[in-house]
Nanobody, 121 residues
Framework: QVQLVESGGGLVHTGGSLRLSCAASGTFFDINYMGWYRQAPGKQRDLVALIFSGATINYADSVLGRFTISRDNAKNTVYLQMNSLKPEDTAVYYC???????????????WGQGTQVTVSS
């Protein structure tokens, strides 16, 4: 099993910055990708950014140029540097990872518990 532990959320003013971290722990063979989704009250959970094991990165259009995702493979940790934050970035941010538990198993999807990011105007 894989556990994802997030940290770094909080309250910030418009234009401010926050850095989220998510560490994967447990026993597994390989991580295909790690990334972040977010869910605002009354809305669906949406992709923010993903980083694949080959370093390919996907960003939501709404965060391009403001957010940067990075990954430390040695620590099985993914980071999300969020700059120029806007009130519309307010949401619970969830870490997501697609993991192969063994060499021959199909990949499984894991979620963190979520961390609140609030941007005040």
């Amino acid at each position: 099993q894989v556990q994802l532990v997030e940290s770094g959320g909080g309250l910030v003013h418009t234009g401010g910055s926050l850095r989220l971290s998510c560490a994967a722990s447990g026993t597994f063979f390989d991580i295909n990708y790690m990334g972040w989704y977010r869910q605002a009250p009354g809305k669906q959970r949406d992709l923010v950014a993903l980083i694949f094991s080959g370093a390919t990165i996907n960003y939501a259009d709404s965060v391009l140029g403001r957010f940067t995702i990075s990954r430390d493979n040695a620590k099985n940790t993914v980071y999300l540097q969020m700059n120029s934050l806007k009130p519309e970035d307010t949401a619970v941010y969830y870490c997501n990872a697609r993991v192969k538990n063994t060499r021959y198993s199909a990949p499984s999807n894991y979620w963190g518990q979520g961390t609140q990011v609030t941007v005040s105007s």
